[in-house]
């Protein structure tokens, strides 16, 4: 407890002192009240937090570690957003349960935001079969993250115009830190051979990653697929020397199974790496606690995923 405690105090410290230095007579500390804000989940806070700074008071409601379209709302978690300022939620119906109780707030009034609203649809994901239906997983794209970026500083200004300044002055300082952040990714994946530039996965959220770094994407369903199907996945895999399949720790498993057994019966061999954080962030204060840690985490696992080079079987 004290580990996580001695960071955030210094953290507090060195906001104080920034907040001090500056010499704006209105940046938050000691003067307006701090906005309440609802955001639905803990990415989603992380970025409004990003923004808003020691303006907001943000709590999240789906815990950090449970994927939210597998969270069941409790009778308090209406109340909340009922009750909060402002309220952000990714969209594209990532937040499962929550999305009845948001879409009824919306109508009401204007409070509720969803941060993915800025993405140009052109951008987005389309879900095969489902009409209008989006990939909710922008953040695995930086530059979807910067739309919403764009579109959370926005809303607080809107919402709480006196603080206009303070709000664009911390969305530029974030942008530059994914403008960083997407210059990391794009070398590590250099490192990357390219014929083995291809994610196989069962997670459609790995799509928005390879389309902005050149990767090609393939999906492993979960089920059982048909010979054809299987086919043509085992020999890309054999014949690109494909190393490592990611998948979701929380995902059905046959069609991987399936594949892997499928890739040795062809005499290769291919990984199943179950390391990437898909939906959920770790402990706040710990490397994979907030946006930007995750997705080092998830480009170096990709990195090293698929530069290894599997023994033959
Ligand atoms: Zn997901």
């Known amino acids: ?30 003067s307006a009240p701090k906005i309440s804000v609802v955001a639905t989940t803990c990415l989603v806070k992380d970025l409004v937090q990003n923004i808003g700074g020691d303006r907001v008071e943000v709590q999240s409601i789906v815990p950090c570690d449970i994927d939210p379209r597998m969270y069941t709302p409790e009778p308090r978690d209406s109340q909340k957003i009922a009750q909060a300022q402002m309220v952000f939620h990714n969209g594209l119906n990532w937040e499962g349960g929550l999305q009845k109780i948001l879409k009824g707030q919306s109508d009401a009034d204007r409070r509720v935001f969803s941060v993915s609203s800025g993405a140009p649809i052109d951008r987005l994901g389309a879900i095969p079969g489902e009409l209008g239906a989006y990939d909710p997983h922008i953040w695995f794209n930086v530059t979807l993250w910067k739309y919403a970026t764009e579109s959370v500083r926005t809303r607080l200004s809107d919402s709480d115009p006196s603080s206009k300044a303070a709000y664009e002055r911390r969305a530029t300082a974030y942008m530059h830190e994914l403008d960083t952040l997407d210059e990391y990714i794009r070398q590590h994946v250099r490192f990357v051979p390219a014929e083995q530039r291809v994610l196989v996965s069962t997670h459609t959220a790995l799509s928005y990653f390879a389309k902005d770094y050149r990767l090609e994407f393939r999906q492993v369903p979960f089920e059982k697929m048909d010979q054809a199907q299987l086919d043509t996945l085992a020999d890309l895999i054999v014949q690109r020397k494909i190393p490592s399949i990611f998948i979701d720790k929380d995902h059905p498993r046959e069609g991987v199974l399936q594949l892997v057994q499928a890739v040795e019966a062809r005499g290769g061999k291919v990984a199943v790496n ?21 997705m080092k985490h998830n480009v170096d696992v990709i990195v090293e995923g698929l530069r290894s080079t599997p023994a033959k079987s």
Do not use: Q, W
Request: net charge negative; with cysteine.
């Open 1 to 30: 407890m004290h580990r996580l405690l001695a960071p955030v105090l210094l953290t507090s410290a060195i906001l104080a002192t920034l907040a001090a230095c500056n010499g704006k007579p209105s940046a938050g500390v000691g």
């Open 274 to 294: 179950a390391e990437i954080v898909f939906d959920v962030l770790g402990e706040p204060g710990t490397p994979a606690g907030d946006y930007v840690g995750i």
